[in-house]
C-alpha cells in the first residue's frame, strides 16, 4: 500500500533556518560582556590602601552635597566617622588636606527617583585629625 503524502508536509518551513540563526545571534549577543572600562576612581581597593591622595571640594563632590562652606567661610568636605554615607555627617575635613587613603568601598546608593547606582568612598587619614569615610568623588589619586 502506497500512501501519498501531502506536499505542504514534505516541504521543509523557510523561516525555520531563519529563526534559529536569530536565536542564536540573540543568545550570543545576551552572554557577551557590556566592555565597560572601570571609572578611573575604581581603581582596586588593595591598589589603593596606603596611597596618598588629597580632599578637594570638585564640582561632582559639591553636586553631591559633599562639600561646602562653613561658617568661618572655610571650604570643607563632609565625611563620616564610622561609615561610608552620603547624609548624616559627623566630621569636616579641611578643603586640600593631604591624606592617606586606608580603605576603599564601593557603595549602592539610590537618588531621589529610586534609581540604584554606586558611589565609591574612601577611608582616609588626614595628617591631623580623625580617620573618616569621604565620598569618591571629593578625593584626587595620584
Excluded at 514534505?10 to 545571534?25: E, I, N, V
Excluded at 582616609?124 to 589619586?141: D, F, M, Y
Amino acid at each position: 500500500m502506497n500512501q501519498l503524502l501531502p506536499r505542504k508536509i514534505l516541504r521543509q518551513p523557510r523561516f525555520l533556518p531563519l529563526a534559529g540563526l536569530l536565536l542564536l545571534l540573540l543568545l550570543l549577543t545576551a552572554c557577551s560582556g557590556g566592555g565597560e572600562e572601570a571609572a578611573p576612581e575604581q581603581a582596586e581597593p588593595a591598589a589603593v590602601a596606603g596611597q596618598p591622595g588629597s580632599l578637594t571640594c570638585s564640582q561632582t563632590c559639591l553636586a553631591q552635597g559633599q562639600c561646602g562652606t562653613a561658617a568661618d567661610s572655610s571650604v570643607v568636605i563632609l565625611a563620616h566617622s564610622a561609615q561610608p554615607t552620603l547624609r548624616n555627617h559627623d566630621t569636616l575635613l579641611a578643603n586640600d588636606a593631604v591624606v592617606t587613603i586606608i580603605e576603599q568601598r564601593t557603595v549602592p546608593v539610590s537618588d531621589v527617583t529610586g534609581a540604584m547606582s554606586s558611589l565609591n568612598f574612601f577611608y582616609v587619614q588626614p595628617e591631623s585629625g580623625p580617620a573618616s569615610w569621604v565620598a569618591g568623588s571629593c578625593v584626587n589619586l595620584p
